[in-house]
């Protein structure tokens, strides 16, 4: 070994470990906003990430997220709407998830569902888009085994659009209802272009999660660490496929999610050792509710602490 070499290799064993490289970024979902104004308030928050919604309309909608359909979009506001999101640096979207049934038993509906999905899933690459988050349809727990297989079938082959498209799909925590099924189904999945996005607030309804604790414990310490527990299960069981995570606060009482980071429920510390531990490098997208009022505050706030935590 040369002295070069020497040197190199003893700064290297006293060196501080490697920082994280994870990209702290927000949504567009803010109630009351319009499309532009919600991309011009996560520019203003110099954020790194922004999440689009692929569904929806551009003005402000009562009791709606701001969005847009791809389809619907003239050559020129695609135009506009591709500058709208050059600040940021990294690009994903949340595809739709409401009104749709692509497992449908109705050929009509069935089609005209995967046609949704596809045309916001295309939109979304046409943006730039990296990871394209998904929400698996549900059904009764006592039709997943028949539905089991389709399920996967047309995963894989949303897989290979986004694969053909540039970008990928991230299945979010929420169906299967219980951490075994869910790391069970996206590794069955086994396709290089679908992995995983954990949603801090999504696994209150977990079957594991459920039979520890009784609704009237949801706010002890116990009841606090055991949805912890959920949620690091999935991080710990799905590894290298975990490529997104939506993040924001519980409600202790309720279990309500997307809060504000103010409770303290969700246990950042823990989760950051079991992302470092599984070699996590992505995102941390901010998924936070509140009065349009209110949430320059409530993202500049978390967005510090995030990058405080770190």
């Given at each position: 070994?040369?002295?070069?070499?020497?040197?190199?290799?003893?700064?290297?064993?006293?060196?501080?470990?490697?920082?994280?490289?994870?990209?702290?970024?927000?949504?567009?979902?803010?109630?009351?906003?319009?499309?532009?104004?919600?991309?011009?308030?996560?520019?203003?928050?110099?954020?790194?990430?922004?999440?689009?919604?692929?569904?929806?309309?551009?003005?402000?909608?009562?009791?709606?997220?701001?969005?847009?359909?791809?389809?619907?979009?003239?050559?020129?506001?695609?135009?506009?709407?591709?500058?709208?999101?050059?600040?940021?640096?990294?690009?994903?979207?949340?595809?739709?998830?409401?009104?749709?049934?692509?497992?449908?038993?109705?050929?009509?509906?069935?089609?005209?569902?995967?046609?949704?999905?596809?045309?916001?899933?295309?939109?979304?690459?046409?943006?730039?888009?990296a990871l394209c988050v998904l929400h698996l349809q549900q059904c009764a727990d006592s039709e997943l085994e028949a539905k089991?297989?389709?399920?996967?079938?047309?995963?894989?082959?949303?897989?290979?659009?986004?694969?053909?498209?540039?970008?990928?799909?991230?299945?979010?925590?929420?169906?299967?209802?219980?951490?075994?099924?869910?790391?069970?189904?996206?590794?069955?999945?086994?396709?290089?272009?679908?992995?995983?996005?954990?949603?801090?607030?999504?696994?209150?309804?977990?079957?594991?999660?459920?039979?520890?604790?009784?609704?009237?414990?949801?706010?002890?310490?116990e009841g606090i660490r055991a949805y912890n527990d959920t949620t690091v299960a999935i991080v710990n069981g799905l590894g290298?496929?975990?490529?997104?995570?939506?993040?924001?606060?519980?409600?202790?009482?309720?279990?309500?999610?997307?809060?504000?980071?103010?409770?303290?429920?969700?246990?950042?510390?823990?989760?950051?050792?079991?992302?470092?531990?599984?070699?996590?490098?992505?995102?941390?997208?901010?998924?936070?509710?509140?009065?349009?009022?209110?949430?320059?505050?409530?993202?500049?706030?978390?967005?510090?602490?995030?990058?405080?935590?770190?």
């Amino acid at each position: 070994m040369t002295r070069r070499e020497f040197t190199a290799s003893f700064g290297a064993a006293f060196a501080p470990p490697a920082k994280p490289r994870w990209i702290v970024g927000a949504n567009t979902a803010i109630t009351g906003y319009g499309l532009y104004q919600s991309i011009g308030l996560l520019a203003g928050l110099d954020l790194r990430q922004i999440e689009i919604h692929p569904m929806g309309r551009p003005e402000p909608t009562p009791g709606q997220f701001p969005g847009f359909e791809w389809d619907k979009l003239a050559l020129s506001e695609r135009k506009k709407l591709k500058q709208a999101l050059k600040p940021f640096r990294h690009i994903t979207s949340h595809l739709p998830y409401t009104g749709l049934d692509w497992m449908s038993k109705d050929e009509s509906r069935r089609a005209s569902s995967i046609q949704t999905l596809e045309t916001a899933l295309r939109g979304s690459a046409e943006l730039g888009a990296a990871l394209c988050v998904l929400h698996l349809q549900q059904c009764a727990d006592s039709e997943l085994e028949a539905k089991w297989n389709p399920l996967l079938d047309r995963v894989r082959a949303w897989g290979d659009l986004a694969r053909k498209s540039g970008t990928k799909l991230a299945i979010e925590t929420m169906f299967p209802r219980s951490v075994r099924d869910f790391v069970r189904f996206v590794k069955e999945v086994d396709h290089a272009s679908v992995g995983c996005t954990i949603d801090v607030g999504h696994q209150s309804k977990y079957a594991e999660l459920v039979a520890r604790v009784k609704p009237e414990a949801r706010a002890t310490p116990e009841g606090i660490r055991a949805y912890n527990d959920t949620t690091v299960a999935i991080v710990n069981g799905l590894g290298s496929k975990v490529w997104h995570y939506h993040v924001h606060d519980v409600d202790p009482a309720t279990w309500i999610e997307h809060k504000p980071l103010v409770h303290g429920f969700v246990d950042y510390a823990r989760l950051y050792e079991a992302m470092r531990a599984n070699g996590y490098k992505g995102y941390l997208l901010l998924e936070i509710g509140g009065p349009a009022a209110e949430m320059r505050g409530h993202l500049a706030t978390a967005k510090n602490k995030l990058d405080g935590w770190m």
